[in-house]
């Protein structure tokens, strides 16, 4: 078993639609991390959180730690939100080491 | 502030032979962690570099090495290249390290033939 598990692995929208997904992490962490990869590579970090929830434009992250589960949200979806979106928790707290999730592709469709 | 730079951004290179591959941090960033990313593993930690010292490494075999100079510049070589080798190498940076948000490179597509 994957010591970070996200679902869906795919997922399909329409334009406008909320979009939820799901991060489940079997390791004791001290910060997860949600990360864009958009085709041809470059990844940007979206999300640092160790507990609570943030907030940055349409994007929302939560996390509950005793439960080991995270979630990103999307209000009102958009086509530019095409993208692989990825899970990782960071695990000592002497280290930048990221254990990943196996990633959850997005399609918004216009 | 210029963003993470890694060179070259695309390689060829048959069995057996040796690369290496740069990352240039963000400026001030000491920091610099090394990830491989293959279709079928996904993205995997491979180490972690600070201020000139090794302080993480992956479960990688020791054909895979890297280091960092005192501007935190940081390298990684693979040598005795396999076809499996083959994948995207990114490099990230952060300020400190200890959790802090990564920031990473375009990469580097590695092509094992």
């Known amino acids: 078993k994957n010591e970070v598990e996200q679902s869906p692995q795919n997922l399909t929208a329409q334009e406008g639609e909320f979009i939820t997904i799901n991060c489940s992490y079997s390791?004791?962490?001290?910060?997860l991390h949600w990360l864009q990869q958009h085709p041809g590579g470059g990844i940007v970090s979206l999300f640092m959180?160790?507990?609570g929830k943030k907030k940055h434009g349409r994007l929302i992250a939560t996390i509950n730690i005793q439960e080991k589960h995270s979630s990103l949200h999307i209000t009102a979806s958009h086509p530019r939100d095409s993208a692989v979106y990825i899970c990782?928790?960071?695990?000592?707290?002497?280290?930048?080491?990221?254990?990943f999730g196996t990633g959850t592709l997005l399609a918004v469709q216009p | 502030k210029a963003g993470v730079t890694q060179t070259p951004r695309y390689l060829i290179k048959t069995r057996g032979q040796q690369v290496t591959l740069s990352c240039s941090p963000i400026?001030?960033?000491?920091?610099v962690s090394w990830y491989q990313q293959t279709p079928g593993q996904g993205l995997q930690f491979l180490f972690e570099?600070?201020?000139?010292?090794?302080?993480n490494k992956g479960n990688f075999p020791g054909r895979f090495s890297g280091r960092q100079f005192s501007n935190s510049r940081s390298e990684m070589n693979v040598s005795t290249l396999e076809l499996g080798d083959s994948a995207l190498y990114l490099c990230?940076?952060?300020?400190?390290?200890?959790?802090?948000?990564?920031?990473f490179g375009p990469g580097t597509r590695l092509t094992v033939l």
């Open positions: 990230a940076s952060s300020l400190e390290g200890t959790q802090d948000t990564q920031y």
């Open positions: 390791v004791g962490i001290s910060a």
């Open positions: 959180l160790s507990s």
């Open positions: 990782a928790v960071g695990g000592g707290s002497a280290t930048n080491k990221l254990i």
């Open positions: 400026s001030g960033h000491r920091s």
């Open positions: 570099y600070f201020s000139e010292t090794q302080r």
